[in-house]
């Protein structure tokens, strides 16, 4: 991975000002390359600095989900393969809006997987767009952000951050469980 995002570093700082094009670029062909959301996005941070590499990994993101989205509607068998992957993964389970969006900040979570997930919730290519592109703020801020930090931390605090992230997921599915059993109460 270090030299992976050593080679992402490189291409980018010689692209000069079309690096930001390439590295949007490179958001796309990320799923080709079999790269992590999480090193790209740390890659930019650490070229463009964090508010253009927040701007330039929410763009390439939102626009990675959206050919995703045509891709998938273009390809009924990619859209089959990826409902198999997901029912392997999770079953039947059905996933709120929110854990979603929790599961996205996780590095180890399939980002394609998550966005089968929305199309599944969503009704229309607007509404998926809307909900994706909300999606990739947190994600690309935080890995732009803590690029060097998350790469350096020890193992403690990466299973610290891990464990805030699972308790938080629990926590909205707990809250989900619950929300059917105060509507009966209500009515």
Known sequence: MIEAEQWIER??????????????????????????????CMAGGYVFG?????????VGLSLMS???????????????????????????????????MVLRVMPFVHFHLLSVYLMDMTKSYREYMHYSMLGVITPALLYTAFGDVIEKMPW????????????????????????????DKIS
Not at 13 to 33: D, M, N, S, T
Not at 73 to 97: H, I, N, S, Y
């Open 11 to 40: 291409m980018i700082e010689q692209a000069g000002w079309l690096g930001p094009v390439l590295f949007v670029f490179l958001h796309l062909i990320r799923p080709f390359l079999f790269l992590p959301v999480v090193i790209v």
């Open 156 to 183: 403690y605090e990466s299973l610290t951050f891990l464990t805030v992230l699972l308790l938080l997921y629990a926590l909205l599915e707990k809250r989900k469980k619950r929300r059917p059993q105060d509507r």
């Open 66 to 100: 959206a050919v995703f989205y045509k891709l998938i509607d273009q390809f009924p068998r990619v859209r089959e393969r990826m409902l198999k992957v997901k029912r392997k993964v999770a079953g039947e389970r059905k996933m709120t809006l929110g854990q979603v």
């Open 50 to 58: 964090f508010v253009w590499g927040s701007l330039y990994s929410i």
